[in-house]
């Protein structure tokens, strides 16, 4: 048996300590719930299509299996519901993206998720001359709760301490890490934006990406499917929805600011004719990669200082597939897959 210590209690932290507790391993997690995380203010949507370019998501089939079998699981284990299957209905913008999508759905990587079927409710609410179709397999996890079962669940276990590690109160002697008078085998660091300010991780092509969302809530609009029009509307029941993202790949102060608010809103409008009512707007950083590929590995020359991250805007459908696969590497040896390799940088 090993004792991990990892820091951030994100997606990828609370799903690398599930999957190391699973498999006998000793575990401590802290976090000071301080920091701008992305898990803070993460829609948690789900989708196995990217609309660009109408293809299925790399790994689509395999992360879809994990990611159901592991919050499926999960929920079981906490006693609390927080994974929702749901469709994601597009809003065609012209009749070349309705016909391109019609293309799309005899390919045979991508058409098992592009339905012909179009969602009566975004028809019937939504300015969309052009119709919509659904795309199967989608979804959307509730990330705040799911983080805060896990959070008690961790607590009552002796698994998690509100804490901030510190890179100065950190010492690797021989082939122990100690921190605050407590050893361990291994320090994962599962904290975003923060792990490449760490000596040996420098390197990593981490990137930070803002984003901004809007809670809203808006009488006499009743949907059953996430909408996407460019933007996404999240429904989450009693006429609540989740407005979003923006993108921001510049260093910005973590803010919420007027501009993103009206260019959210603007979107919107642009397609319901509603009473909209603006009940919070939230910002967080995504920790993104160029390559669009989570980094799993060890720091040069140090390897009791590891890092799970760079999961983006996909990390309810990465995180589950690649904690497993990290959580195998650490206890059984195998080898990380050079696309996620943080050897690759």
Request: proline share 4%; hydrophobic share 40%; aromatic share 12%.
């Amino acid at each position: 048996m090993s004792k991990y210590l990892i820091v951030g209690q994100g997606l990828a932290g609370t799903l690398l300590a599930f999957s190391l507790l699973e498999k006998g391993e000793e575990v401590l997690i802290a976090d000071d719930y301080k920091h701008a995380s992305a898990s803070q203010v993460a829609a948690g949507m789900w989708n196995p299509v990217t609309f660009k370019r109408l293809a299925a998501s790399w790994l689509a089939k395999e992360m879809l299996e994990e990611m159901n079998l592991t919050f499926r699981k999960l929920e079981d284990q906490l006693q609390t519901k927080f994974f929702h299957v749901l469709p994601v209905a597009r809003i065609f913008n012209s009749i070349q993206d309705a016909n391109f999508w019609d293309e799309k759905s005899d390919h045979p990587e991508v058409g098992r998720y592009l339905s012909a079927r179009s969602n009566k409710s975004v028809q019937e609410n939504f300015n969309s001359p052009f119709g919509n179709s659904e795309v199967n397999e989608c979804g959307w996890l509730n990330v705040p709760l799911f983080r805060e079962a896990a959070r008690n669940y961790f607590i009552q276990h002796g698994n998690f301490i509100e804490d901030t590690v510190n890179e100065k109160e950190v010492e690797f002697i021989e082939s122990s890490v100690v921190w605050k008078a407590s050893t361990f085998d291994k320090l994962i660091l599962c904290n975003g934006i923060g792990v490449n300010q760490w000596k040996g991780l420098e390197h990593l092509d981490l990137i930070p990406n803002h984003g901004q969302v809007l809670d809203l809530k808006i009488e006499n609009l009743e949907l059953d499917a996430i909408v996407n029009f460019g933007q996404f509307l999240l429904p989450y029941g009693n006429n609540k929805f989740r407005l979003g993202a923006t993108y921001n790949w510049n260093e910005v102060p973590d803010e919420p600011t007027d501009e993103a608010k009206e260019f959210l809103l603007a979107e919107l409008k642009q397609r319901i004719d509603k009473y909209i009512v603006v009940e919070s707007q939230k910002t967080g950083f995504r920790p993104t990669t160029r390559d669009r590929r989570p980094i799993i590995g060890f720091a040069k020359e140090n390897e009791m200082l590891a890092v799970f991250g760079g999961l983006g805007s996909k990390g309810v459908l990465l995180a589950p597939y690649f904690s497993k696969l990290f959580a195998t590497g650490l206890t059984e040896g195998t080898s990380i897959p050079k696309e996620v390799s943080a050897a690759r940088f």
